[in-house]
């Protein structure tokens, strides 16, 4: 089996670290805020994308839907859970952009058998930007300031990753060694959401 394949498994299944985590935490019976149940969906939606991704690539040859369906549902929750730390400001206008884009990939800019380019990269755009912006509040606490932190390296790492995927393409080498690395930098965000849902259900 290709090394890059099972190397992806491994990224797939240290996705479903984070739920571990917010069940079986010690103080798991007390309640949980919007934050910990919003990082839960996030977590639980994208384990269940790559198992479609791993289904697509082994049926029709093509993940491709799966992914637009992914950065649709994704931006969605992380949207909601920057808002629990800094109210953004019309908010649904925001939502209402994300599926515009999402019918723009799939009709005019793109289809669903190809990259979603315009879609991932503005919403990962925007998630930087709501970002660096949560950040920038002086009455943040500790493990919000790490997991807005920990979404906007995730999301910088992704957009540059999308901005030059195409270009990428034209290298087999290239290609395999980028996709190594941003496997290497999903497996590292799965750890450091299930640090943060350790964090916030210990207190």
């Not at 384990?47 to 289904?55: G, K, N, R, S, Y």
């Not at 002086?138 to 906007?152: A, D, M, Q, V, W």
């Not at 901005?163 to 034209?170: G, K, P, R, T």
Request: glycine share 2%; with cysteine; hydrophobic share 55%.
């Amino acid at each position: 089996m290709n090394p890059i394949k099972i190397y992806y498994y491994v990224c797939v299944f240290s996705g479903i670290i984070p739920v571990f985590f917010y069940f079986s935490n010690k103080n798991s019976s007390s309640p949980k805020n919007k934050i910990e149940s919003f990082l839960l969906l996030y977590s639980v939606s994208r384990f269940i994308i790559d198992i479609a991704v791993i289904i697509l690539s082994n049926t029709i040859k093509n993940s491709l839907p799966a992914i637009h369906i992914s950065v649709l549902i994704c931006y969605f929750l992380v949207l909601k859970i920057i808002n629990e730390v800094d109210a953004i400001k019309n908010i649904k206008l925001y939502y209402l952009g994300g599926v515009f884009l999402f019918v723009l990939d799939l009709t005019i800019t793109s289809t669903i058998f190809k990259p979603c380019l315009l879609s991932s990269l503005t919403t990962f755009f925007v998630i930087i930007v709501m970002s660096i912006k949560a950040l920038q509040l002086f009455h943040i606490s500790r493990e919000n300031e790490k997991l807005i932190g920990y979404f906007l390296l995730f999301y910088l790492a992704a957009f540059a990753y999308f901005m030059y995927l195409e270009l990428m393409s034209y290298s087999v080498t290239i290609m395999y060694w980028a996709l190594f690395l941003f496997i290497s930098i999903n497996i590292l965000f799965n750890l450091s959401i299930s640090h943060i849902i350790w964090l916030r259900r210990r207190i």
